[in-house]
């Protein structure tokens, strides 16, 4: 998509994940409006957005019912800051949540998205067992391939190479496994593809 030089010089004071800017520009995609499950870019091309808007929009964009909870939201509040307390819907969504969790799951802590949510989660388990007398144990275990966010703790805990490898060295205390996969690896079986470490020199790759 050529782009003209103003929105060019725009692009180039920002910064896109896991890629270069230079190179992001060699084939730019600027999105202009969403309906539904499709994007549409500043040229009219339509998309078919595959992955939800990565996971935030799996109901589709501009949703009606959820249009009109956002008005109605904003209309009474824009903002709770979380440093000084909840708003009233946050109790409601604790309650609804903890009503379907598992027992001794009941405990919510709500997060604008999935990096900031794994990086809690890693803070969570660490400050336990030092709070409970067990501050060596502190590693993670996490499988090759796996993806767990953007952020440092996340890409450390993550396996995807390429997206992580520019930003090294990674932070310690991670720890990789091979996962099971049948999608690549030659196995006989979905149980064989699942005993990958007494399989190991099974193991080919296409």
């Known amino acids: ?9 725009l692009l180039r004071r920002t910064f896109i994940d896991f890629q270069a ?6 084939r730019p995609v600027i999105f202009h409006r969403a309906e539904g499950l499709y994007l549409w870019d500043i040229d009219g091309k339509r998309y078919f957005d595959a992955i939800g808007g990565v996971f935030v ?16 939201q904003m209309d009474t509040m824009t903002f709770s800051p979380p440093l000084h ?10 309650r609804k949540v903890g009503s379907v969790a598992p027992p001794g799951m009941t405990y919510v802590k709500p997060f604008s998205g999935g990096s900031e949510a794994i990086e809690a989660a890693m803070k969570f388990v660490r400050q336990y067992f030092k709070q409970t007398g ?11 391939q796996s993806y767990h966010g ?14 992580k490898s520019k930003f090294e060295p990674q932070m310690g205390g991670f720890l990789k496994v091979l996962p099971p996969s049948a999608y690549r690896d030659r196995f006989p079986s979905w149980e064989e593809a699942n005993r990958l ?5 099974r193991i080919h790759h296409q």
């Open 1 to 9: 998509m050529p782009i003209s030089p103003r929105p060019e010089a």
């Open 21 to 26: 800017t230079s190179e992001f520009l060699k």
């Open 57 to 72: 929009a799996t109901l589709g964009h501009r949703h009606p019912r959820i249009m009109e909870a956002m008005r109605r």
């Open 85 to 94: 307390g909840r708003g009233r819907r946050h109790a409601r969504l604790y």
């Open 134 to 144: 067990h501050p060596g144990k502190y590693k993670f275990i996490s499988r090759y």
């Open 150 to 163: 953007g952020t440092f703790g996340g890409m450390s805990a993550s396996g995807t190479g390429s997206r």
């Open 197 to 201: 470490p007494r399989n190991r020199s």
